[in-house]
C-alpha cells in the first residue's frame, strides 16, 4: 500500500507495509524521502547493506542516507522498494531502461537473491527489442540515464535492433507507431508483462519508419542512421528521412517565401538560434554525397537557412557544391536567394556565381573521367544528352540575369562576370540573354556609351531569333553599332534564305523533268508550274522585308545626325561610304538578284 503526504512542501513520505512495525530507514533522493525497513533492502542490494553497515547508528534508531546519484531519481526507486518488498511491478518500455541502470547501481545481482532485478530487467529488455514500437520508446528513454545506458550497452542494442528492423520488412518486427501523438493508456498497450502491443498499421511504402525516428533526439538519430547506413540502406531512403528529420526541427524550412527567411520572427528560431545552427550543420554531415539522392530545391532551401542562422562558412561551402553539382535540376525561384551579406543587391549574386562555378567544375571533372579516345557503345547517339545540362544552366542563368537585372544596385562587372561565365557553344540561341541586357540597359540608363558596347559584346548577333532580331532592330537602347549589326546578318540570313529557295526549286525541276522540257505547252510559251508560282511568291515577300530594313537603316542614320559618324563607328573609309551603287552593292544592304534585275 502507497501512502502520499506533504506534497507541497517538496517532502514525499513513502510507506510499505501494514503491519504496524515503525520504519528504521529514510532514503532521501532530491526533494523526496522514502521511510522504509532496512531488512527488505539489505536482502536485495550490495550497495543498500554497505550504506547501512558503515551507518553510525546502523543498529540502533531510525537512520537517513542520500542516494541523489542514483539513476532515474525517486521514480525509478519507487519500482524497487516494491520489488524489494515482493510487492508486483509493472514494467514497460518507458521505465525499464531507468530501472535497469538504477538496478545496476544498487548491485542486486542474483548473488542477494534469485531472480534478482538486474537479471529480470535484462530478460524484459531481450523481449521488448524484437518490438519496433518498444524499441523506439526504450531508445528515448535512454536519455535520461544516458551515461549508465551507454556503459550497460543498452543504447547501441536499441540502435542495433532500430537499424536491422529499418533494413528488414517491418511486418518481421512489428509495425511503425501508430497515432505517436496521441497518449496511450497502459491497459491498452499492453498484452504480456508490459509489452506493448498497438493497433498495427501496415506501412505502405518504404519511408514506413521515417516519422518515427524523428522523435530522437540529434545525437541518437545521428548514431541511429549510421547504423543504418553501414547495413546497406540505400542513400534515396537516407537522405529522404534526414529530410524529414530537418523539416520537423528547421522551422525556416517550411517556409515558402524568400524573404520570409531574410526576416524570420521573434518566435521562430526555437529554441535558439545557436540550437538550430547546430542542428543544420548536423543535418547536413548526415546528407548522402551520392549525387541527385537529394532534391535540389532541398538544398537551396538549406542553404537559404544557413545563412539566416549564420552557419560556419565550410557547411555553407559544402552546400554550395552540392547545389552546384546539380544545378540543372533547379529552379529559377530557387536561386533567388536573398542576400545576407553587406552588399546593396536585393539577392545574392556572388553565391549563384560561386554555385556556377562548383557545376563548371563537376562538367570539366567529368569530362576529364571519359577520355576522347575512348567511345563507348551509344556514346555517339547519346551526345546531344550530355549537352543538356549546359544549356539547360544557361537558360538558367539567363533568366536569373533578367529577374535580378533591374536591381539599381547590380554593378555591371559582376553582370559580365555571371553572364561570360556560360560558354558560348551553350547557348542555341542568344535570345535570354539579349533579354537580361535589354532590362540592364533599362534599369540602368546612366551608363555610358562604351559600357554599352562592351555590355552588348556578350551576346552573339548570328544566334537572335527573327522576333529578337525585329525588337532590337528598333531597340534605341542598343548601340548604333549592335543595331547595324543585326541588320546586317539579318540580310545575310535573307539572302541565303532566297538562294536556299532557288536551289530547291531548280532541283525539283530538274528530277521531274530530266529531258529539260519544263513547263512548255504546245505552242512552245513557258508554263509557270505550282512550284515556281511559291518560290516567285516568297521572293516577294523576302523583298519587302529588305526594303523595311533598308527603311529602318535611312531612319537610324538621319538619327545620328550625320553621315561621318555613321561611317566612323562602322570603320569605313570615305571612298566607300560614297562608291556608286552601280558599281558595286554595299555590304550592309544585301539586295537580292531578283531586285536588282527589276
Known amino acids: 500500500m502507497l501512502g502520499f503526504m506533504d506534497l507541497d512542501y517538496g517532502y514525499f513520505l513513502f510507506r510499505i507495509c501494514t503491519s504496524g512495525l515503525p520504519s528504521d530507514v529514510n532514503i532521501n533522493i532530491g526533494e523526496m524521502s522514502f521511510q522504509l525497513h532496512k531488512f527488505p533492502l539489505l536482502s536485495r542490494s550490495r550497495l543498500l547493506r554497505k550504506l547501512i553497515e558503515e551507518c553510525p547508528n546502523g543498529d540502533g534508531a531510525s537512520f537517513s542516507l542520500r542516494l541523489d546519484d542514483l539513476p532515474g531519481g525517486a521514480i525509478a526507486f519507487e519500482l524497487i522498494s516494491k520489488f524489494c518488498y515482493d510487492v508486483k511491478i509493472e514494467l514497460n518500455a518507458q521505465n525499464v531502461v531507468s530501472v535497469r541502470c538504477a538496478a545496476e547501481y544498487l548491485h542486486m545481482t542474483d548473488e542477494y537473491g534469485k531472480g534478482n532485478l538486474i537479471s529480470q530487467t535484462e530478460s524484459f529488455l531481450n523481449e521488448l527489442l524484437g518490438n519496433w514500437a518498444d524499441s523506439i520508446r526504450a531508445l528515448e528513454a535512454c536519455e535520461e540515464v544516458m551515461a549508465h545506458a551507454e556503459d550497460l550497452h543498452i543504447v547501441s542494442r536499441c540502435i542495433d535492433s532500430l537499424a536491422t528492423k529499418a533494413c528488414a520488412d517491418p511486418c518481421l518486427f512489428g509495425w511503425p507507431l501508430a497515432g505517436r501523438k496521441s497518449n496511450q493508456s497502459p491497459e491498452t498497450t499492453s498484452l504480456w508483462n508490459g509489452i506493448s502491443t498497438m493497433t498495427k498499421t501496415k506501412p505502405t511504402s518504404d519511408n514506413w519508419w521515417y516519422e518515427d525516428v524523428t522523435f530522437l533526439s540529434l545525437p541518437l538519430y545521428r548514431r541511429l542512421i549510421l547504423a543504418i547506413e553501414s547495413r546497406g540502406m540505400r ?92 544545378l540543372d535540376h533547379a529552379s529559377l525561384v530557387d536561386l533567388l536567394i536573398p542576400n545576407m551579406g553587406h552588399s ?60 535580378v537585372a533591374p536591381d539599381v544596385n547590380f554593378k555591371l562587372p559582376k553582370f559580365e562576370a555571371l553572364a561570360s561565365s556560360i560558354p558560348d557553344y551553350a547557348r542555341q540561341l542568344d535570345d535570354g540573354l539579349y533579354h537580361a541586357i535589354d532590362m540592364y540597359l533599362k534599369a540602368h540608363p546612366w551608363i555610358t556609351d562604351p559600357e554599352r558596347e562592351q555590355l552588348c ?67 512552245g510559251s513557258h508554263h509557270a508550274t505550282d512550284g ?67
Not at 570539366?364 to 544549356?391: F, R
Open 532 to 598: 515556281e508560282d511559291d518560290v516567285t511568291h516568297r521572293v516577294s515577300e523576302l523583298e519587302k522585308d529588305c526594303s523595311g530594313m533598308k527603311e529602318e537603316l535611312r531612319k537610324l542614320v538621319k538619327y545620328k545626325r550625320s553621315w561621318k559618324n555613321f561611317t566612323r563607328r562602322l570603320g569605313f573609309s570615305k571612298s566607300q561610304s560614297c562608291c556608286s551603287k552601280r558599281s558595286k552593292p554595299s555590304n550592309l544592304r544585301a539586295i537580292p538578284p531578283s531586285t536588282v534585275n527589276r
Open 457 to 523: 559584346r556578350l551576346m552573339n548577333c548570328q544566334k537572335l531569333s527573327l522576333e529578337a532580331s525585329t525588337h532590337a532592330a528598333q531597340n534605341e537602347r542598343l548601340p548604333l553599332r549592335v543595331i547595324v549589326q543585326v541588320l546586317f546578318f539579318e540580310q545575310l540570313r535573307l539572302r541565303k534564305s532566297i538562294s536556299g529557295w532557288f536551289f530547291v526549286s531548280d532541283n525539283l525541276e530538274n528530277s521531274a523533268n530530266p529531258s529539260g522540257n519544263v513547263g512548255l505547252k504546245k505552242d
Open 344 to 403: 546593396e543587391t536585393l539577392y545574392d549574386i556572388d553565391c549563384v556565381q560561386r554555385i556556377l562555378d562548383h557545376f563548371f567544375l563537376e562538367e570539366q571533372a567529368a569530362a576529364v573521367a571519359t577520355p576522347d579516345n575512348i567511345v563507348e557503345e551509344g556514346q555517339l547517339t547519346n551526345e546531344s544528352n550530355s549537352m543538356a545540362p549546359m544549356t539547360t544552366v544557361a537558360r538558367l542563368i539567363d533568366g536569373f540575369l533578367a529577374e
Open 235 to 326: 542513400p534515396e531512403s537516407i537522405a529522404a528521412s534526414v529530410v524529414y528529420y530537418a523539416r520537423r526541427y528547421l522551422p525556416l524550412m517550411n517556409r515558402q517565401s524568400s524573404f520570409d527567411d531574410a526576416n524570420p520572427g521573434p518566435n521562430i528560431l526555437n529554441p535558439s538560434e545557436s540550437g538550430q545552427r547546430a542542428l543544420l550543420e548536423e543535418i547536413v554531415g548526415l546528407i548522402p554525397n551520392k549525387k541527385g539522392v537529394t532534391s535540389t530545391k532541398f538544398l537551396i532551401r538549406l542553404l537559404r537557412t544557413a545563412m539566416v542562422l549564420h552557419a560556419s562558412p565550410s557547411c555553407r561551402e559544402i552546400l554550395e557544391k552540392r547545389v552546384g553539382s546539380q
